[in-house]
């Protein structure tokens, strides 16, 4: 057994709510200077320039990327022989978020209930997904999601024999009907298989993924690829004013599903693709 | 791109007949802000028969829901918000006179044709920059509605705040056009 105190973790959580909201990952900066140098829009390309520019003075003066500071999106892998001292794990990321949200001066963006919609002021709870793992490790990674993007995401639930023709289909629709909302350019993540909710928590995880990296599987690489290519032929380009890059990435992940079915989840993320992480 | 337009609020219906979709503007002077919530209130005084917090006439409306300040700052990250979700209250504020409103993203055909109809641009700024947005805005100060905390009404003034005219007056709609333009099929 090994021991992690309850602070350390609250203090990691709070740390890491307001790296993940004023610093972009130099992949995304990377791929947004790819774009920016290829766009053949002039106003797509001054766009991204512009993107750019905020994205460094976000960073120097650490200050949000975007005011939509999101709602706290937690992936949790803890190792099953790690004991947490002094308090709930669940209660310690809440406590980080709370806490990174006050000191971070982010936006608190949650409504306690979806229909009397009444903030909660300190933009708790967090959205938590826990995986337990062999080993003495605890693993926490942040991606606050903005519902410019959230909003836009859709799932379906196929039959086995629509295949990978509809599943195109479907993504790149999405895509479609999602336009200038989520302020493109994007990142779109594909959840495949499993059941329903399954599905969604792919397409969540492979949003956040690092950029350049692929599906270990060949066909669903080359998938990623081609719906890459097929969503930047949409037009719709940075902000949706046109061009050639609407989104940065395509990402899937998949997981073994029923006989009967094909779920498909299309979780989209604007180009502020913020995620930060820490192993304890 | 083209060189941008400077333009200076209050925008009267002289001044939106020169606006084009594309054209990039830099806007100074005073604007609005107001989203979800603000507009959802706002249009609920009308219904009641009561005064709006400011006199929308040739105003402009900000969509956004800003960060909390730091200390020293004028106002935190402040880049626009999605505006279809106020697509069914702007008609209404677009009667009463509003000739601008900035966001992101779709409007549908009621606001088009209010637009239309009234005399109103829709610009959009760049989702996604509230950082490069705030140095743009020289003072804020909530007008109406603290209790809605980041959505309340503020008045603030902006100077050379970056925009880009997405719909014109004449109902032209630059997400149409370019989208077109870029298409490969
Ligand atoms: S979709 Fe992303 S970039 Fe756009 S406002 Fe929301 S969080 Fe910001």
Redesign the interface.
Known sequence: MRTIQFEQIVSAVEGLCIQANTIIGDDVLKALQKARDTEESPIGQTILGHILENDAIAATEAVPVCQDTGMAVVFVTIGQEVYIEGGALGEAIHEGVRRGYEKGYLRKSIVKDPLERVNTGDNTPAVIHYDIVPGDKLHILVAPKGFGSENMSSLKMFKPADGVEAVKKFVVQTVENAGPNPCPPIIVGVGLGGTMEKAAILAKRAVVRHLGHHNEKPHLAALEKELLEKVNQLGIGPQGLGGRTTALAVNIESYPTHIAGLPCAVNINCHVARHAEIEL | ?KRAIRLTTPLTQEMLRELKA?D?VLISGTVYTGRDAAHKRMVEALDRGEELPFDVKDQVIYY???????PG?VI????P??S?RMDSYAPRLIEKGLTGMIG???RNADVVNAMKEHGAVYM?A??????????TIKEAKVIAYDDL??EAVREMVVEDF?A?V?IDAEGNN??E?????????
């Not at chain 2, 956004?64 to 730091?70: E, F, I, L, N, Y």
């Not at chain 2, 935190?76 to 880049?79: D, H, Q, T």
């Not at chain 2, 760049?126 to 140095?135: E, K, M, N, S, T």
């Open positions: 791109m594309g990039s956004v829901g800003p960060c909390p300040a730091k700052q935190g990250s402040a880049g918000t999605t279809y992101k993203g779709l959009v760049i989702g996604g920059a509230g950082a490069l947005i705030a140095r905390g980041t970056p880009i997405c630059l997400y056009q370019g989208k077109l333009q870029y298409r490969q099929d």
